[in-house]
């Protein structure tokens, strides 16, 4: 009898049909196929999430560094009267060997609306650690002054010299200079500014050349006024937004540009402003526009409002309903809150917006998540001071 080949080998030794080869096959592709989507997208969240992570960092670090400076501001000037704050102060750098000119004001919003581009918000204060209060002057030669009481004033110190004269708001005449002798228990009122070294009370009596003071010195229409001491190394950072990175630069120190978050794309400010002073103190107006004369011991408060975007590029959806959907502009509150102003959109690299809707290029600003910080700052020092 013939055995066939089913009967010679058992059960154990039989190998797969192609069908049962196919089949799983065809399991074993969908399972990878759910595999790599279910990678693809965790990806895609685990990047958004990050990024998402990234920006909140950088807003709070853009914000907390803005916020330091705007809480100093008005430091050792900030009980100046009408007539000084805001004067124009006059000095001489001999590092640049140039003039030297900036205003006495806590804060200047630079308004760049009618371009486009974002704000720029210049601080001033001062850091002097035993000055504290204002004193009064009188010039005894170009180079020398008598005060009322220097004991705070240490040399090496920078001091703003003003003469109020009989004008408006901001219409005193203002000098920086640089404090160049040691008060003695013997004298504890004059006060010399010459050019040249002198021994530096912060850097423990080491000779060191004054590089704030001119030659000429105080002019005769200067006879006297008020000083205020802004301590050896007072600042004026200037915070502006340059390629989506903030960062601010000293104008007293030079003109470098020191980088503190990237990836903030636009700063927009205004200043709270209190038209009557001595009724209430509160801030009743909220405006980039000041009232002309401006009378800076008014400004009481500063909104300010930052735009940061996600590094994240997210590329737009296929569903052809959904391409027609149109990202809103991300918005502020202006006005002190009354109106909600639109932030003006550009592209990625920094041109106007040329891209719509659904635009898959990387360059779309529509492409990236966005995160809208906002806050107000008293200013403090002036508030305390008036």
Known sequence: MTMST??????????????????????????????????????????ATSAGSDSQVTGSIAMYSVERDLRLAGQGFGGAESPVMGCQVAGFDQNASAPLGFPMTPVVIVDHDATNEPDEIATLYGTSSYFTSTTTFNRVTAQTASVWDRTGIKSGDLVVLANAGTGGPGSADCQLVEATDEATPADHKTLAFVQGSYPHYYFNGANLPSRYNDAAGLAASMPGGTAYSLGPLPRRNVWSIASGVLGSRDELQGSVFFPVAEGVVDMKAEYGYDADPLANSLVIAWNKTLPTPIDWTSVRAVRIAMLVRSRNFEKPATNATEQTYIAPNPVWHANGGAAQVNFVMRN???????????DPSPNNWRNYRYTVYEKVFPLRNVIWGQ
């Open 6 to 47: 089913r009967d010679r080998f058992p059960l154990s030794q039989r190998g797969m049909t192609l069908v049962e080869v196919m089949v799983g096959l065809a399991i074993g592709m969908i399972g990878m196929l759910v595999i790599f989507q279910t990678v693809s997208v965790w990806d895609a969240r685990t990047r």
């Open 348 to 358: 990625v690299d920094g041109t106007p917006d040329s891209h719509a809707p659904g």
